[in-house]
């Protein structure tokens, strides 16, 4: 096991050309103190936990005292923000340390909140409690539904003052992913015509996460195709999940198909596909029923950046699989939901479950845990999950032809539940109880909410009975919660 002093640093995104980023120095946090500590994600870099118990852990973790071996750097970026392209973005208030070397690989670590950069654009650098513990807590929900996502290791606060609507207290908190860099990493290079730069970002990536292609003659098309299978499967998995994201900037899209930068995101709670999360959304651009869409229309971007390095025809080519490759891995996902066979005789009875979720304003999540229980014998009423629904005639329909499917396939309740129960979460991340974990936080500093939902969202397919009334539905004061894209 490392010690804070002893992590294997190594810093290729810091040995590309100095046109890739920025050098820079984190700014120190004025008495910084440690809000929540996360040992899986200590383990996947091989990091004692007994570290975070050190006094001076707090100052290793926000950049206040320096890490051995890191080599701090911003990455330039730029990206088009809904749907107008930035010609110049850049880490503005994230600065990458380095990755840290494992038998499995690296894991780059990066200080959200660190301070100001080249690329502030005016801002302060600085991140607030109230929304690190939002990104600390949502990356870690994210990864317990087995959902691509960056991680986060831990959250640091201070009394230090940053202004938003409101003077807010800073915090800053240490992200963790294989590699942070996003499709805007390639469109800064295209917008100033420098294809040499685009060769030699692509040929990084490549040697790092696709090691299989470097050798390939056609190997710059097979990465495109690579990120946009990669894309495809995320959306689906947001999708099924019922996860808007809220602000999917080409600047927010990882190269790796990584849920990254959590801001103004939402789960479902009733079921309402043209739910909008991001309150600084007011086209509904981002709005969870685009996200597929805006996920194709974000790899044309980055598909346009890649052609100095591969025929116009290329690129189509390995947009076009876009469609099949979404469509397939959602279907996949929502059958294993209803504990049916997948294919696309399921797509009616997906399409249909969806319809009366949403006329009868069902909630998402409690709806699909609920139905792991359905009993297919026939003259079962299944009274629980039918009094979700208002219209309990539609119910009654739909559920007819659920029995049906599963009578033709031969399925059996019992084990039908259990798989079910894998594939359907009982407990996500809603809005209301980050909320009061920020509001504990905030006003009473008491953190151990955080290191309770922390713990619970490890396990959202268990049914933890002490922690029920997590699964609870929302109470009526969190339909007035706010979150924009200073969240």
Partial sequence: MHTLETLPFANSFAALPHIFYSAVTPTPLAHPHLVSFNTDAAALIGLDPAEAQRVDAPAYLSGTAHLHGAQPVAALY??????????????????????????????????????????????????????????????????????????????????????????????????????????????????????????????????????????????????????????????????????????????????????????????????????????????????????PDIGSWNLTRLAQALTPLMEVDAAKEALNIYPAAFATRYIDLMSAKLGIVPGKDSVPLITSMLDILHSNHVDYTMFWRALCDFDSSAGAVNAPLRDLFPDRAAFDAWAMGYRTRLQMENSQDTARRDAMRRANPKYILRNHLAEIAIRRACDDHDFSEVDRLLDLLRRPFDEQPENAAYASAPPDWASHISVSCSS
């Avoid at 301070?115 to 801002?123: A, D, K, V």
């Avoid at 789960?267 to 739910?275: I, M, R, T």
Wanted: aromatic share 12%; net charge negative; proline share 5%.
């Fill in 78 to 291: 730029a990206g088009h923000q809904f749907g107008y392209f930035v010609p110049q973005l850049g880490d503005g208030r994230a600065i990458l340390l380095g990755e840290v070397q494992t038998p499995h690989g690296g894991w780059e670590l990066q200080l959200k909140g660190a301070g100001l950069t080249p690329y502030s654009r005016n801002g302060d650098g600085r991140a607030v409690l109230r929304s690190s513990i939002r990104e600390y807590l949502c990356s870690e929900a994210i990864h317990g539904l087995g959902i691509p996502t960056t991680r986060a290791l831990s959250i640091v606060g201070s009394a230090d003052e940053v202004y938003r609507e409101q003077i807010e207290t800073a915090a800053v908190v240490m992200r963790m992913a294989p590699s942070f860099v996003r499709f805007g990493s390639f469109e800064v290079f295209f917008s100033r015509g420098q294809p040499e730069a685009i060769r030699i970002l692509a040929d990084y990536v490549i040697a790092r996460h696709y090691p299989e292609l470097v050798d390939a003659p056609d190997k710059y098309p097979l990465f495109l195709r690579a990120v946009v299978l990669a894309t495809a499967r995320l959306m689906a998995q947001w999708q099924a999940v019922g996860f808007a994201h809220g602000v999917m900037n080409t600047d927010n899209m990882s190269i790796l198909g990584l849920t990254l930068d959590y801001g103004p995101f939402g789960f479902l709670d009733v079921y309402d596909p043209g739910y909008i999360c991001n309150h600084s959304d007011q086209g509904g651009r981002y709005a969870f029923d685009q996200q």
